[in-house]
């Protein structure tokens, strides 16, 4: 297959961020010094409509490396993290106090989401639990997302700093993009309380708690929700059977500190990965190749797709995933395809269907030498040059 220079051109991917405008974001915004470092790149889009690069940078002369995730429509940083080989062995006491890293993640937050900051409350996150679970070795801030006053939980940004060097080790931004739930539409606070009682109720119950002091369990007697913490919907008045946190992203304006007036330097290795992903044929050629081979129904969606390279960046995949499942009629179905980015190769592809589960009883349709020949067709037309050598 021919290729088609396509993720350099961003609109072609229907993406305003490309990899050098990634990877220079990614730069500016924790002043990144990547000489001597092995560089690698992947691109990642998912039905909630999110697009994202992958980059990551490992040091030729340490156990050092950093990874960071830009979203490609907003170039909004959405999660760092750091590592170095000197956390494995944490110095004991804490050479900084909270309030000097606290200090120092303002400013983070403050730099990479200048406008979204007085959108945001930092939590309360000082009880011993959170201190002896969570990052022992930094300092963990929370700051949630504030909507006219209501805190909207699991939206907001996380940062955690190194107790001993102030070092930012870790960030994550989470922000749901579009139309949120009118709060004057939700039922009293009173009845929501009556509400919440009876549906989820309190039950007398013992309960095993693990004391860090003596380090031994502990039986104790508790009141635990019977049901489970069923969060209320607020709007219906019924307890939400299944939830999670959605991971949209607001398109607000492109993040990274005002990324449009500042640009990095990119090492050479750097500049050669931008050089190679625009060699790679394009995520809509990538997807008419593999819907040549790969069965997929009408009820069926796109839910994954994903650029990952390999061989330090030389060659790469393309990888998708499409999925249906009705839990009602005890239906589903699954179907996934990966391809060479640069020669449209199919690589593999899969599908499972809970009619296949369903093996009718009696002779097989098709013989084993039906089979075989059926095999063999395919794989004549995926691969014949490989196909002749086997």
Do not use: C
């Not at 790969?294 to 995949?317: C, P």
Request: no cysteine; glycine share 6%; hydrophobic share 30%.
């Amino acid at each position: 297959a021919s290729t088609i220079p396509v993720l350099a051109d961003v609109s072609q991917n229907n993406i305003r961020i490309d990899s050098k405008k990634a990877i220079e974001i990614a730069k500016n915004s924790f002043n990144l010094n990547t000489n001597e470092y092995d560089f690698n790149q992947n691109y990642f889009e998912s039905q909630d409509g999110l697009k994202q690069w992958e980059l990551s940078w490992n040091s030729r002369k340490a156990e050092d490396g950093i990874s960071i995730s830009i979203d490609a429509d907003t170039g909004d940083v959405i999660y760092m993290n750091r590592w170095k080989g000197s956390y494995n062995s944490p110095s004991k006491l804490a050479k900084y106090k909270k309030e000097d890293a606290l200090k120092i993640a303002d400013e983070i937050a403050k730099k990479l989401q200048p406008e979204k900051y007085n959108d945001i409350k930092l939590k309360d996150t000082s009880s011993k639990l959170n201190n002896y679970y969570y990052d022992y070795d930094s300092y963990y801030f929370q700051y949630v997302r504030q909507v006219n006053g209501i805190p909207f939980i699991g939206n907001g940004i996380n940062i955690s700093i190194d107790k001993n060097t102030l070092e930012l080790r870790s960030y994550n931004f989470i922000w749901t993009k579009g139309n949120l739930p009118d709060p004057s539409k939700a039922v009293g606070l009173e009845k929501g309380k009556t509400i919440f009682n009876d549906k989820n109720g309190l039950e007398l119950s013992y309960m095993i708690k693990y004391d860090l002091k003596t380090k031994n369990n502990k039986a104790g007697l508790v009141y635990n929700l019977k049901s489970g913490n069923r969060p209320i919907d607020a709007i219906t008045g019924e307890p939400l059977q299944g939830y999670y946190y959605n991971t949209y992203y607001d398109e607000a304006g492109v993040g990274g500190m005002g990324m449009e007036k500042q640009s990095a330097n990119l090492t050479p290795e750097e500049q050669e990965k931008v050089e190679d992903i625009s060699k790679y044929i394009s995520k809509e050629k990538a997807l008419e190749i593999g819907k040549e081979y790969i069965i997929i129904n009408e009820n069926q969606k796109l839910t994954y797709a994903s650029l990952n390279s390999y061989n330090n960046g030389k060659n790469a995949n393309w990888y998708f995933s499409w999925d249906y499942s009705n839990p009602e009629k005890n239906e589903y179905t699954y179907s996934s395809i990966s391809i060479d980015a640069l020669s449209g190769e199919i690589k593999n592809f899969y599908r499972s269907d809970s009619s296949l589960d369903r093996i009718p009883e009696g002779k097989p349709k098709y013989t084993k030498e039906q089979s075989k020949e059926m095999a063999e067709k395919l794989l004549k037309k995926i691969a014949p040059n490989r196909f002749n050598q086997t």
